[in-house]
């Protein structure tokens, strides 16, 4: 477990790698069931083979969902005395590769700015890169903005 003074003096640097996380389609399914985002390219195994990307892949929005799943699977990822954590925003995110569906994918975390934006509220932004096994190309880079409160 970490203190936020931990914290502080890892601003501009890598502060962690996350454990895989399966994208399967039964996860997609779920994801679209959950969206009503029923795009052939991510439901449909069938007509999928006959795009460009072989198969079905993953929503983009559903890999940009799996950064709080992919935080929480970060080493040493819990700080002292957080009663609570909020999703603020986005200062960028880009879907650069698309992820097939039954490949793993993992996040890689740079803290690039923490303040205290009053008493007990803390605000972080990291940039992410959502790594796919296998794959030189990340699936997405983003700029994640998070609250804590202590």
């Known amino acids: 477990m970490s203190t936020v003074q931990d914290l502080q003096a890892k601003v501009g640097q890598e502060i962690g790698v996350s454990d895989w996380i399966m994208v399967d389609q039964p996860r997609i399914q779920a994801f679209a069931d959950a969206t009503d985002d029923h795009q052939f390219i991510h439901v449909d195994p069938e007509r ?43 200062d960028k995110v ?20 923490l303040e205290e934006k009053r008493p007990g509220q803390w605000q972080q932004t990291q940039e992410v890169s959502v790594e796919i096994e296998d794959q030189k190309k990340p699936a997405l880079i983003a700029e994640w903005i998070a609250q804590f409160f202590i």
Request: charged share 20%.
């Open 48 to 90: 999928a083979k006959m795009t460009p990307f072989g198969g079905t892949i993953a929503h983009g929005f559903l890999t940009l969902s799996l950064l709080s799943a992919l935080a929480e699977r970060l080493p040493d990822s819990r700080i002292e005395g957080v009663k609570m954590g909020i999703n603020y925003g986005f």
């Open 94 to 113: 880009r879907f650069l590769t698309p992820v097939a569906a039954g490949v793993r994918i993992r996040g890689r975390f740079k803290l690039l700015s």
